[in-house]
C-alpha cells in the first residue's frame, strides 16, 4: 500500500475544509437568510377563517392583533400589515386587525361656533368633512349655520357631514 506524505493530507484536509466551508455558506445563505419569498395576499375584509385558508397556501403566518373601529361588519379583517402585494420572506407574520361595527356617536351641537372648531369636533367624534357651502347671514364670517346631518342625531363614526357657514353677509 502506497503511503501519503503529510504534504498530500495537508492539501485534501485543506480542500475537505474548503468544501465543507463553501456548502455551509451556501446551507446558511438558503434558510438562514431565507431566499423564499411570497406576495402577501389581500386579506381585508374576510373573516378570520376565511383568512386562515387563503394563507395556508403561502407557508406565511397570520397574527391577530386586536380589534379596531371600521365600517366593515363585526369579525372581518378591517387592517393588515404589511399591506396586501407587498413582498416578504417565507414564515413571515401578517398582522390582521378584524373590525368592531361603528358605534354610534352623538353629534354636538355646531351650529353659530367657528367653522374651523366645529370642524375639529366632528373629526374628534370620527367624522369626515364633506361639503362646505358659504351662504348669506348674519352670523359673523365663518360661522356654522347649518351641518348635515343635523346635530344631536346618532351617527356612525365614518359618517360623512356637511356645512353651512356664513360669509358675513345679511343682505
Not at 35 to 61: C, H, M, Q, R, W
Amino acid at each position: 500500500m502506497k503511503e501519503f506524505s503529510k504534504k498530500q493530507i495537508y492539501i485534501v484536509n485543506f480542500f475537505l475544509i474548503v468544501v465543507i466551508i463553501f456548502l455551509s455558506l451556501l446551507l446558511i445563505k438558503r434558510f438562514y437568510f431565507n431566499e423564499f419569498y411570497y406576495k402577501v395576499p389581500n386579506l381585508i375584509g374576510l373573516d378570520k377563517k376565511e383568512a386562515e385558508k387563503t394563507i395556508a397556501a403561502s407557508s406565511l403566518n397570520l397574527r391577530d392583533m386586536g380589534e379596531t373601529f371600521s365600517t366593515l361588519s363585526y369579525g372581518k379583517i378591517a387592517m393588515q400589515e404589511p399591506s396586501p402585494g407587498s413582498i416578504v420572506k417565507k414564515s413571515r407574520n401578517i398582522k390582521v386587525w378584524t373590525s368592531l361595527e361603528s358605534p354610534a356617536v352623538f353629534l354636538d351641537n355646531l351650529t353659530e361656533i367657528n367653522y374651523l372648531d366645529a370642524a375639529s369636533i366632528a373629526e374628534r367624534k370620527g367624522m369626515i368633512v364633506d361639503e362646505v357651502i358659504k351662504i348669506n347671514s348674519s352670523l359673523p364670517i365663518n360661522y356654522v349655520v347649518a351641518t348635515s346631518p343635523k346635530s344631536g342625531e346618532p351617527l356612525s363614526r365614518g359618517t360623512k357631514i356637511s356645512f353651512l357657514i356664513s360669509n358675513g353677509n345679511s343682505n
